[in-house]
Nanobody
Framework: QVQLVESGGGLVQAGGSLRLSCAASGRTFSNYAMGWFRQAPGKEREFVAAISGTGASTSYTDSVKGRFTISRDNAKNTLYLQMNSLKPEDTAVYYC?????????????????WGQGTQVTVSS
């Protein structure tokens, strides 16, 4: 079992920045690929970014490329999402997720473990 707890969400004006964190416990963190997903009201949960266990490989959805950066600190068992130049359309509940694999996965169904989510609201 892997337990995930997100933090760092909040209310920010358009153009601002936030850094989300996801603290993991329960297993060897570096053995798990990690991902960030988000779900806006009335919409399905969608992929945002993913990173391999070593941190060497990453993937982003097109709408956040150049604005968001996913990273991890395996010594601290923590995943991060640095979000810059935020837009109102980034408003959503953000979830971190984990899967035991060497790959970088972008599909929601591939992930086995999920956090409870953290709300990000971007005002215009």
């Amino acid at each position: 079992q892997v337990q995930l707890v997100e933090s760092g969400g909040g209310l920010v004006q358009a153009g601002g920045s936030l850094r989300l964190s996801c603290a993991a416990s329960g297993r060897t963190f570096s053995n798990y690929a990690m991902g960030w997903f988000r779900q806006a009201p009335g919409k399905e949960r969608e992929f945002v970014a993913a990173i391999s266990g070593t941190g060497a490989s990453t993937s982003y959805t097109d709408s956040v490329k150049g604005r968001f950066t996913i990273s991890r600190d395996n010594a601290k068992n923590t995943l991060y999402l640095q979000m810059n130049s935020l837009k109102p359309e980034d408003t959503a509940v953000y979830y971190c997720a984990a899967v035991y694999t060497r790959l970088v996965l972008t599909t929601r169904g591939a992930y086995d473990y999920w956090g409870q989510g953290t709300q990000v609201t971007v005002s215009s």
